[in-house]
């Protein structure tokens, strides 16, 4: 047995039985060994960035971590926008970082580079193995990091001769990191909450992490109604459940007029796994913080803690019972649209009414998904992926690591066509795998939300020099051909009843398929 075997078997003995992959020459040893454990299932993205992404979706639905398998300082490099994402996400994931060999890297090579340096941005925890005989228990503590809540990005860096080193034959059993329960809240934090609750109007939970899923969202829920405090989510969240039966908790809009309008009456801010609200971006003439500042947010829990023993005892100490009725989702009024030319809200209206009970969406959709959530409230029951971190180019991954984590549901991706082609790529691995990801390409050929920020800085009307860097023309992008190249079959379609029909056959088949909407 090698270093790369005792990495693989403490893995799977911790549980980690998926590995996204983009290996190179230092990473050989490593791939050996993977083949040598059926138990492991390696998946190939074509760019870093899929790797990481999909490691990142595969996490939000299966509740435990992915491996991933990248090459040297660079490789990490092409990964690090989406480790942005699913670090912001919170999101549990082991990095597996291949290096030159320990004796090779004072020669300077031409891959040579300060991995920890460009690790340690995107990882909570960094750490370069010094020789085989360390990979077991590196790697454990790497699950370990991973693993505790609310989650996190581990980074291992893997020198190549502690992957070839041999290990004796009486090498001991692969450890088994031991887990710690997430901390509990404390008693003055719940009795500063219900004191607030008591007090009166303009209260407000913000919910984040595990309290935007059951059963931690019932009691919230169980808590709005009974007293009559809003609920609340950040703009971008790791994993929400939605849908006709479940709390319907409002999500603070991206555009800070907005947003500021929706939270003018908040006088009282408690924070359930979450932040504060704040703007994505600093405007002349409008707030940072986007919520009134009369009263300091009152924390009932961190990220870190138990989200669902602090509900619960919120609600003991607010004494609304177990069995106490909850709030029920209302949806904005939309009315189906039966023909016409296809625009993005006929998009949105069409896939809300028609999203398959247990589906997983992946919305990436920026600008023209706006409407989206606001429709979709009664769809349903669904699970809700967003992109977490603002650093485009996620949604496609996403769907395919969801996919693999999931693959009896539907995934269904929401996509804006200039984000997608960061990371088109993954339609391959989506291909290869033959995940059952429906993609939905929102084709409006520009960077519409770039528009919208130059507006937002004052310039009304662009020149040639900036509609050039925001549009996506000359020529226009071909969704079709690009799938087709990829492996994947698509459609595409600019009015409502073509748009419906196409739903419909790939909500009807299982595998990958894509409708590119002109809109």
């Not at 020789?131 to 370990?144: H, I, K, M, T, Y």
């Not at 969202?217 to 405090?229: D, E, F, P, Q, Y």
């Amino acid at each position: 047995m090698n270093g790369a075997d005792s990495l693989c078997d403490t893995l799977l003995a911790n549980d980690v039985d998926v590995c996204f992959a983009n290996p190179g020459t230092s990473e050989m040893h490593f791939v050996a060994a993977l083949d040598r454990k059926p138990r492991m299932r390696c998946v190939l993205g074509l760019f870093e960035g899929v790797v990481t992404g999909a490691a990142d979706g595969y996490a939000r639905m299966a509740d435990k971590p992915a491996a991933t398998l990248l090459h040297l300082g660079p490789g990490l490099g092409n990964g690090l926008a989406n480790l942005h994402n699913a670090k912001r996400a919170r999101t549990p994931m082991v990095n597996v970082v291949g290096d030159h060999a320990t004796y090779h890297v004072q020669y300077d090579a031409p891959l040579t580079s300060d991995v920890e340096g460009v690790a340690r941005p995107m990882s909570h925890w960094v750490r370069r193995t010094q020789a085989a005989s360390d990979l077991a228990a590196d790697a454990a503590e790497a699950v370990r990091v991973a693993r505790q809540a609310p989650g996190n990005i581990a980074t291992l860096i893997l020198p190549a001769d502690a992957a070839w080193g041999e290990l004796p034959a009486d090498t001991p059993a692969p450890p088994v990191a031991r887990l710690d329960a997430p901390p509990q809240t404390t008693q003055d934090a719940v009795r500063a909450a219900a004191q607030a609750i008591r007090a009166g109007q303009g209260v407000a939970l913000m919910l984040g992490g595990m309290a935007l899923r059951e059963p931690a969202l019932a009691v919230a829920g169980r808590i709005a109604r009974a007293t009559g405090v809003r609920l609340l989510s950040p703009t971008s969240n790791r994993r929400t459940e939605r849908g006709i039966n479940r709390t319907p908790v409002t999500r603070v809009p991206y555009p800070v007029d907005q947003a500021v309008a929706l939270l003018k009456d908040v006088r009282q801010l408690i924070l359930v796994g979450a932040s504060a609200p704040v703007a994505f971006f600093a405007y002349p003439g409008k707030p940072s913080l986007l919520a009134p500042q009369e009263q300091a947010p009152i924390v009932l829990a961190t990220a870190e803690q138990d989200l669902l023993q602090a509900l619960q005892w919120l609600a003991d100490e607010l004494g609304i019972a177990a069995g106490a009725p909850g709030l029920l989702p209302v949806a904005a009024p939309a009315d189906m649209p039966r023909s016409g030319a296809l625009t993005g809200a006929a998009v949105n209206i069409i896939t809300a009414r028609l999203l398959p009970e247990n589906a997983i969406v992946c919305d990436e959709s920026v600008t023209q998904g706006r409407e989206f959530p606001l429709i979709s409230a009664t769809s349903a029951p669904h699970d809700w992926l967003q992109l977490t971190g603002g650093a485009i180019g996620i949604g496609l991954p996403l769907a395919a690591g969801a996919a693999v984590a999931c693959p009896d549901r539907k995934v269904i991706t929401l996509q804006a066509d200039g984000s997608g082609m960061y990371t088109v790529q993954a339609l391959w691995t989506q291909a290869r795998e033959q995940l059952d990801c429906l993609t939905i390409i929102l084709a409006n050929r520009s960077y519409a939300t770039l528009h919208g920020e130059m507006k937002n800085v004052g310039v009304q009307e662009p020149g040639r020099n900036a509609k050039r860097m925001l549009d996506l023309q000359e020529p226009s992008l071909d969704w079709v051909s690009l799938a087709a190249g990829m492996g994947v079959e698509a459609v595409r379609v600019d009015s409502v009843e073509a748009f419906t029909k196409a739903m419909q056959a790939g909500l009807a088949r299982k595998g990958p398929y894509l409708i590119e909407a002109l809109i």
